[in-house]
């Protein structure tokens, strides 16, 4: 009895084994997710990579017949080593779709890939607006600044802040949060008396605060990637900003959720404009939520999260579309157009510019459940990205 038990489980094992051999690559759908998973942008890469293992959990990873694969790259922040990688997945791994992309410069250095291969890649996590024209293949389900920037511009005057002094990361996405908020608010009659640009890498915000110190406007608007605010804040507080009577405002990259919790009770009542709280009040974020803490324990999701488990909704959605047949053209044309509900709220790819239409949310830092959260109050329905709609 044991002996033949043996046997059948050694026959088994051998099968498993031989399967995988067998497996022809076209039984199989892969993903070549790009992602700082070391260097100052790790937390976007830790957050994106749970959110997508997440979404797989979740709903299978057997979709229209195919096996999806998830093939995770550290690109350590650095557009070159992101550019090689994605040709050797485009090349030796055969992907089927590219995705993930912390920064800016990598999104655009991939977005070189993407087109020469005829592959989609869909932008998890970078925000500049000129990232979806680089490639008629790019997609994206992150945001834009000037998406994020707008309504706070017409938030500010209305309350109480008639100057500012904004203070941003000086790449992409920083210069499109700097231009995007500052003509706005100027449109309402706002003053912006001076703009500030820290380098991105081991930036030193004490220099930039003490001018905003010496030029006393109301507000500072301040732009930084995720997982650097807390940076920026600390130097805030250090330097007496708070109790200067200056106030803070800014994009939700700067209040990221990652962080919130560990930046202190001064933070309380700031204001940021964004597309997703991890406190967002709809059934299905609270869900995403616990899934995602339940996973992931010690972790709340941000909105790095939220673009990487939509992302993946895309892809999953680009199968089934495509009854699991779909190369590079099929899959980008199943993608477009998309509409489906978020976390976060609903979405739309739009069909044009392959950029993610949303809600954007102003929201103020309070303490829920002994937490600091970021507390929606406001919505602004389906913004879609105002730097396509200048052209
Ligand atoms: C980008 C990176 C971020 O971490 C963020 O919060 C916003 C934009 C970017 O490089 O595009």
């Known amino acids: 009895m044991l002996r033949r038990q043996l046997v059948q489980a050694a026959g088994l094992t051998a099968m498993a084994l031989a399967l995988p051999l067998a497996a022809h690559a076209a039984d199989t759908f892969k ?28 709903h299978g990873d057997t979709v229209a017949g195919k096996k999806v694969e998830l093939i995770v790259k550290d690109d350590t922040g650095l557009p070159d080593v992101a550019k090689r990688i994605a040709q050797e997945l485009v090349v030796s791994d055969k992907v089927n779709v590219l995705a993930g992309f912390g920064l800016t410069p990598i999104a655009l250095a991939v977005a070189q890939v993407a087109t020469q291969a005829k592959t989609p890649a869909i932008t998890m996590a970078a925000a500049t607006s000129a990232i979806t024209d680089a490639s008629p293949y790019m997609l994206r389900s992150s945001f834009t600044l000037p998406q994020a920037s707008v309504a706070l511009a017409d938030w500010a005057p209305k309350n109480g802040i008639k100057s500012v002094v904004t203070l941003v990361s000086d790449y992409g996405p920083g210069n499109d949060a700097e231009k995007y908020f500052s003509e706005r608010f100027a449109a309402n009659g706002g003053k912006v008396i001076e703009k500030l640009r820290a380098p991105l890498r081991d930036p030193d915000f004490a220099p930039f605060l003490q001018k905003v110190r010496d030029a006393k406007p109301d507000a500072l608007f301040v732009f930084v990637p995720s997982g650097n605010g807390a940076a920026v804040m600390k130097q805030f507080f250090e330097r007496g900003l708070d109790k200067a ?30 597309h997703y709280s991890a406190a967002h009040p709809g059934e299905l974020n609270k869900k995403f939520v616990e899934a995602f ?97 200048k052209k």
């Open 245 to 274: 009577g200056i106030r803070v405002i800014g994009t939700g990259d700067l209040t990221d959720d990652e962080q919130l919790n560990n930046m202190g009770d001064g933070m309380l009542g700031i204001v940021t404009s964004h």
């Open 293 to 389: 803490r339940k996973a992931n324990p010690n972790m709340r999701p941000n909105f790095m999260a939220v673009g990487g488990y939509d992302g993946m909704h895309m892809i999953y959605e680009g199968i089934k579309a495509t009854k699991g047949e779909g190369g590079g053209d099929a899959l980008l044309a199943a993608m477009k157009g998309l509409k489906f509900d978020s976390p976060r709220g609903p979405v739309e790819i739009d069909k044009e510019t392959r950029d993610i239409t949303q809600d954007i949310y102003l929201r103020k830092v309070e303490k829920k459940d002994g937490q600091l959260y970021n507390i929606e109050f406001d919505v602004i329905k389906q913004v879609k990205d105002p730097g396509k709609a």
């Open 31 to 58: 993903i070549g997710l790009i992602l700082p998973m070391t260097g100052q942008q790790a937390s976007t890469g830790r957050e994106i990579e749970a959110a997508a293992r997440l979404y797989m959990a979740q």
